[in-house]
């Protein structure tokens, strides 16, 4: 509507003089004709405005009716949405206080100071939150261990003030949950003391099932929402004038209204409910999920249903998500619909009267020059023909709109609307610049504004914005109306011939792009090329135009390559590829082409443009990623994808040859303690080496892989078709990989020795998987490792059977805790006088398919696959319990319990702080706790180890160095390590009456120990002669078979007795 050029001319204000020449300068008699031929010519065009301006409000106020339920049915759903967003936060809420760090530790181990803790914690998180009167963790007997409120402030309820909630619904159906629900209560009043509280507070409450380590149940986490912040938004959002929203329960009962005396009747005496009091509207309500209708008074009722069960549940059960459903009601009475129709009666009114007045000018003028030209009918007639068809034309093609010298539009015809996207009743009352673009300045609008002004007729282009954000052009005619301080506004769509102008701009400019571009005729010589031409081929334009293209032939295409091209571009018209081309200098670049076929209005072929890149970066890019995806980037071999790739290939080749191929799986040995103690630098250089080695220790036909880590892979293809003689060559190239890589290693300054273990699975065409193939050389590869390391073995049926076994039992060895399957077994040592000072706690497990499984079987595979991490903290947590209870009594409070703790659970970051934790739990006496040490843990880091030993002794930990002597490192780290006892290991004692060397081993141990302070304790007593033997020689105590087996906790309690000697 606003122009973006402009052309100014004056009005003939001769024109409108003549349309108000007074009557009394009339006749009489051609007065009274006047008059007649005036109400002649208007009272039909008043009738037809008055019905046409009946039919607009009509459709319009239909519309807009429509438009209102539309818009209240957003504010109902936008309140079932804040309900759910309320729901989903109440949740969320539930759940992370249900597995915080504060409350699971007081689940798992209540005591004051835990509960005080959750208590402050509990009270920050209320303050913070700020919507939540109350949360609470009521234990499994229903009663509350921790309540804290905010009413005017945040409160935390004593002992005295908690309650007990076992009969309260929410917590029978809390109680029923699996681990990860909630549940949620219905929209209801608190109960306190048994009774509705006195200020009446709408209350949800989400809870939790609270479990233990073990998986039992032990309460419920309940948060109680306030739902007056909730009923307070919605009122914010919803509340109009002559509107009211509700929200209704499944029976009926108001959980609010407009009148807050009827609700919650389910809980009060008054038990009013829409259900009861307005039966015909509830009826409506109930039946539908959502919907509208009007009542006997003209009243509208929209609705829609929350489904609390939906929100909240992880996974609903579609018989369940209904239950608890709420109704969200809006209510918009009579009168205010009304209201709504105000504005649209007046705007009516205002363009009937506009186009009334225009009919009466109309019929003012043309009743004038009736009488003017009553003898010129004919010509009159004619005109009027003119002017219908120019009116049928103007209708048909022009844009038109009228509006104020405010900018406020007051009418726009069907080709405004139509153009601009809006509907007639969007762009009545609104200002003219709904339809602006933005594309001019201020500047722009304000001299178009001061020619309308001053009567000035305005042309001009103009840009505008649709209601979908799409720009179309006009070229306008902008005309003043100064009888009633407005403009007309007279355009026609031109927004195609923009776009064409802007097409071609675009092309001109396109043509200098970065792209090499060649334009040729159509028998191909070449006519044009751009900057970016010459830039890449090192021709230049006056160089190229009238050679053919050919001159940029590389010579790596053939002719059939060039005769396929142009069977393509002659038949769809276009043609995309790869191409290498030559620059003038000669050198090669790979290029990506597109030629297009350019018709005329006949559609026959005039020119070809050719559109090309170097793409020499991209290539060099496609490579790099193509190395990094199927090759190791530091020995540069092929990894797992590449290997899985080529084991395919292998296995279908040895389908067709019928030849047997072999697997090769190997692992570095012991190549972790050179990781650790010498860095991963020199651990690269290691495998760098071994990579080397490896590819020239196989035939150029062989693929060497790395899976990762120290782990290689070796494919054997074209052994034979024997069995035995593709073993044979597997097997010799085996030995040759073992020879390798066993030699001496140089690693910089470093000199390093280091072996391999093989596993060799056979394989013979696609009878067997590539994973189970890599499964196999897998287990064989271990089998080796088991054998001593350094070795190459088969894979065998019985092997694979022993690991499938073995599977189970870890699949087992999983659910042992759970299942109560572990035993602590106490096996007594005891001082020189055989006087029980202390115990030994041994891991048995009982298992209840397979019976009592042999620690040298379950210990190991806790090892490896890292359960021994659980179950060693079940093990020191299961000794500082019975500790505990063992110091409550005369007899057993001295005793000194040992445990084992293995290299994995040592070396775990907060094993310092997990013992910290349960000394501090259980309250006992740390001098009676002993840890007992493999060299091993000592092996792998001394300096950790002393540090770590160092904090534990802080606390008062005791330490023993267990099966002392069977390491060759023992007596170089002794003095470093901060050890109370040193114990003798079975294999020496087993043979100290019969063996001199075993005898002399001993005694040094002991005296050794004893020069340094150390207690000596031996293991493995069996017989009164080893005894004997150790005592002479000075050992403090003992522990065997001769005082007693392992045995369970009741037994070995039983045989300390009132005097804790053993006769």
């Known amino acids: 509507m606003r122009p973006a050029t402009s052309q100014h001319r004056n009005i003939a204000t001769s024109q409108h003089r003549n349309i108000a020449i007074p009557f009394n300068r009339i006749r009489h008699n051609v007065q009274s004709r006047f008059i007649k031929r005036l109400i002649r010519n208007f009272l039909p065009a008043t009738l037809i405005i008055a019905a046409l301006g009946s039919v607009f409000y009509a459709f319009e106020s239909a519309d807009d009716l429509k438009a209102l339920i539309a818009h209240e049915k957003d504010h109902v759903h936008a309140g079932v949405e804040s309900v759910n967003r309320t729901l989903l936060t109440l949740k969320h809420d539930t759940q992370y206080l249900a597995h915080s760090t504060l409350l699971t530790e007081a689940v798992e181990r209540p005591g004051r100071a835990r509960i005080d ?27 509350e261990q921790v309540r804290v409120e905010s009413h005017d402030r945040v409160s935390i309820a004593t002992s005295g003030e908690t309650e007990n909630k076992a009969l309260r619904y929410y917590f029978e159906q809390a109680m029923k949950l699996e681990q990860g629900e909630t549940y949620l209560s219905p929209l209801d009043l608190e109960i306190e003391q048994g009774a509705v509280e006195r200020h009446q507070r709408p209350t949800l409450r989400a809870a939790t099932t609270l479990f233990d380590q073990s998986g039992r149940a032990r309460g419920i986490a309940v948060i109680s929402y306030s739902a007056r912040d909730l ?27 407009n009148d807050p005396a009827q609700e919650f009747g389910f809980m009060l005496p008054h038990r009013a409910s829409m259900a009861a009091q307005q039966p015909e509207v509830w009826q409506k309500i109930a039946q539908a999920p959502s919907g509208h209708f009007f009542d006997a008074d003209g009243g509208l009722w929209m609705f829609d249903t929350v489904y609390p069960n939906r929100v909240i549940a992880n996974n609903p059960v579609p018989a369940a998500e209904n239950a608890g459903r709420m109704k969200m009601v809006k209510y918009i009475d009579a009168a205010a619909l009304s209201m709504q129709n105000q504005t649209l009666r007046k705007q009516t009114t205002l363009l009937v009267f506009l186009f009334l007045a225009l009919a009466f000018a109309i019929s003012f003028r043309l009743s004038r020059s009736q009488l003017a030209q009553e003898d010129s009918n004919i010509d009159l007639q004619h005109l009027l023909g003119e002017l219908n068809q120019q009116k049928f034309a103007l209708d048909q093609h022009a844009i038109v709109a009228i509006a104020g010298l405010d900018g406020t539009i007051t009418y726009v015809n069907d080709k405004f609307c139509a153009i601009s996207q809006y509907e007639r009743r969007e762009l ?105 031409f010459e830039q890449l081929t090192g021709y230049s334009a006056a160089e190229a135009i009238g050679q053919n293209p050919k001159i940029l032939q590389s010579g790596r295409h053939d002719q059939q390559f060039y005769l396929e091209m142009w069977a393509t571009l002659l038949k769809d018209g276009i043609w995309s590829g790869e191409m290498w081309d030559k620059r003038k200098d000669g050198s090669i670049y790979p290029k990506w082409l597109t030629i297009s076929a350019v018709r005329n209005e006949k559609q026959e072929v005039t020119n070809y443009v050719a559109i090309f890149m170097d793409i020499s970066e991209r290539k060099r890019a496609e490579e790099e990623i193509q190395r990094l995806a199927f090759y190791d980037t530091l020995t540069e071999l092929p990894n797992r994808r590449l290997l899985l790739d080529r084991l395919i290939q292998s296995l279908i080749a040895s389908e067709r040859s019928g030849s047997f191929g072999a697997l090769l799986f190997m692992d570095m040995d012991n190549f972790k303690i050179l990781n650790d103690t010498q860095g991963h630098d020199v651990g690269d250089m290691l495998l760098i080496e071994v990579a080397r080695r490896l590819k020239t220790s196989v035939r150029e036909s062989d693929t060497v892989a790395r899976l990762g880590g120290d ?69 064989a590869m271990y089998q080796a490792k088991s054998a001593g390391r350094n070795a190459v073995r088969f894979f065998e049926t019985d092997m694979q059977k022993a690991v499938e076994s073995r599977a189970m039992m870890e699949t087992a060895l999983r659910q042992a805790i759970a299942k109560e399957e572990l035993q602590l077994y106490y096996q007594m040592q005891v001082n020189r006088e055989q006087r029980i000072v202390g115990a030994e706690a041994l891991l048995r497990w009982i298992n209840e398919e397979r019976g009592f499984v042999s620690p040298a079987q379950f210990i190991p595979l806790a090892e490896e696959s890292g359960l021994i991490l659980p179950i060693g903290l079940w093990v020191l947590e299961t000794a500082c319990r019975q500790l505990q209870k063992w110091q409550d009594s005369p007899a057993t409070r001295h005793l000194q319990l040992a445990v084992n703790v293995s290299a994995r659970q040592f070396r775990q970051p907060n094993f310092v702080a997990q013992i910290g934790e349960l000394l501090k739990t259980y309250g006992i006496d740390p001098t009676r706790l002993k840890l007992e040490l493999t060299e091993s843990i000592v092996l792998t880091d001394v300096e950790e180890t002393v540090q770590k030993m160092l904090a534990l002794k802080q606390f008062g930990v005791q330490f023993s160095m267990d099966d002392f002597g069977t390491g060759y490192s023992s007596l170089s780290y002794l003095k470093q390590l901060p050890l109370n006892q040193i114990k003798i290991d079975q294999s020496f004692v087993r043979d100290i009456v019969v063996d001199k060397s075993d005898a002399i081993i001993v005694k040094t141990i002991i005296d050794m120990s004893l020069n340094f302070n150390l207690e000596v304790i031996a293991e493995g007593v069996e017989t009164e002669e080893q005894l004997e033997i150790l005592r002479e020689n000075g050992c403090q105590a003992f522990q065997g078979y001769l005082f007693s087996k392992a045995v369970p906790l009741t037994e070995f309690e039983a045989q300390i007795g009132q005097t804790g000697v053993i006769e």
């Open 711 to 779: 782990e290689f892979v070796v494919i054997l293809q074209g052994l034979g078709s024997s069995e035995l003689l593709a073993a044979n060559q597997a097997e010799d190239i085996a030995e040759k990989i073992v020879a390798a890589l066993s030699e001496t290693y140089r690693l910089g300054a470093h000199e390093h020795h280091s072996s391999v273990s093989i596993g060799v699975g056979l394989f013979h065409g696609r009878s067997t998987t590539v994973d189970e193939l890599l499964k196999r050389a897998d287990t």
């Open 117 to 143: 803790r959750l208590e402050q914690d509990l009270a920050a998180f209320i303050a913070a939150k700020g919507i939540y009167h109350k949360v609470r963790w009521i234990d499994e007997r229903g009663q």
């Open 231 to 257: 009923f307070e938004h919605i009122d914010q959002v919803s509340a109009t004038a002559g509107t009211s929203w509700m929200l209704l329960n499944e029976q009926g009962y108001w959980l609010r209204s």
């Open 428 to 532: 009545i009352g609104q200002n003219h610049r709904i339809v602006k673009s933005g594309m001019h300045d201020a500047a722009f609008y304000r001299e178009m504004g001061d020619a309308i002004r001053n009567g000035i007729v305005w042309h001009g282009e103009t840009c505008h914005r649709a209601k979908d954000g799409s720009l179309y052009w006009a070229k306008n005619t902008f005309v003043p109306l100064p009888s009633s301080a407005s403009y007309i506004a007279i355009s026609t769509d031109i927004t195609a011939q923009k776009q064409t102008e802007e097409k071609l701009r675009i092309a001109s400019i396109a043509f200098e792009t970065h792209e090499a571009i060649v334009v040729t005729d159509m028998q191909a010589n070449i006519i044009n090329v751009n900057r970016a």
